[in-house]
């Protein structure tokens, strides 16, 4: 679904935008297998002495002497933490209505949306060479207007130069997320997963940290499958940006774009089989696809949770 950017420029709401994403993807799902979800009914639990007597099941009491309430879905509240890189590299490509960190911030205005509609709590933590910003999660009105202020402000930053900071972010979030949530990272990875095997296993470290916490952990990988991916360029010397090291480099795309997909190819699958031992989920999202793969990826991770 195609996000109307003029009309949210024209509210200067990020909330109108996320919210135009999530009624549209939950119109495309015929019935949602998600718990937590809806309003349909899940089950029973035991009727406590004092409480709200509105959602007796009177047919079952009839039944059985003893009262029971029917428990709702969105009964069950969740925490979650959502992890932004905003460095340098994740404004590629240079196009204010679509990089991939405005890619990242409509998703996480999304996901943002979806949870405060499921009574979920939701914290957000915007990062680059050092952690500017940290929302524990909460389930207030009020928080979440923060969060959809913080993220509209992220999308004016200007581009810092510098390599993000992923490792210490992740090792913060684990320490100060005592409570098991679901922790969410929207990252390019650039500097970790694809730089040295040091900053890779500093990478593994981290994330080890979070599920020897408890928590559950979604990686989502963006990219511009086209631009970074395929290296569909003009065949003419290009000069390529480090976009966070300020580095640079001059190559013909046709000469080194057969050996680039294959070793980037490589590196993904090593990532991929390593995440898959730790019991976290890794995603590629090519930032050209929209942000429903992100909203269905969370709903599957959050039945799962219970």
Not at 267 to 289: H, P
């Amino acid at each position: 679904m195609a996000l109307d950017h003029l009309q949210a420029q024209k509210y200067g709401k990020l909330e109108l935008l996320a919210r135009q994403a999530v009624e549209g993807f939950i119109t495309g799902l015929h019935r949602s297998p998600y718990h937590g979800f809806s309003v349909e009914f899940a089950e029973h639990r035991a009727y406590n002495t004092g409480e709200s007597t509105r959602h007796i099941d009177w047919k079952l009491y009839g039944r059985t002497d003893k009262m029971f309430v029917k428990r709702f879905e969105e009964e069950t509240n969740l925490r979650c933490q959502i992890i932004i890189d905003t460095s340098g590299s994740m404004h590629f490509p240079d196009n204010e209505e679509l990089n991939k960190l405005r890619f990242c911030v409509e998703a996480t205005a999304a996901l943002t949306y979806l949870m405060r509609s499921q009574r979920d709590a939701v914290g957000i933590t915007l990062f680059d060479q050092q952690i500017n910003l940290h929302l524990p999660p909460r389930g207030s009105s009020a928080h979440h207007s923060s969060i959809f202020y913080e993220l509209e402000q992220a999308l004016e930053q200007k581009p810092v130069n510098g390599q993000s900071n992923i490792v210490d972010t992740l090792h913060l979030v684990a320490e100060q997320n005592a409570s098991r949530s679901m922790v969410i990272v929207f990252s390019d990875f650039l500097d970790s997963a694809f730089n040295t095997e040091k900053n890779q296993q500093k990478l593994f470290d981290a994330l080890q940290h979070l599920r020897h916490n408890k928590h559950e952990v979604i990686l989502f990988h963006v990219y511009d499958q086209n631009l970074e991916v395929e290296l569909n360029l003009e065949n003419r010397p290009h000069t390529f940006v480090d976009l966070e090291t300020g580095e640079k480099i001059k190559l013909m795309p046709n000469e080194v774009q057969e050996a680039y997909r294959e070793n980037r190819q490589k590196q993904i699958s090593e990532i991929e089989l390593t995440c898959a031992k730790f019991g976290i989920d890794w995603n590629g999202c090519n930032i050209n696809q929209g942000i429903y793969t992100i909203l269905d990826e969370f709903l599957v991770k959050r039945s799962r949770m219970g």
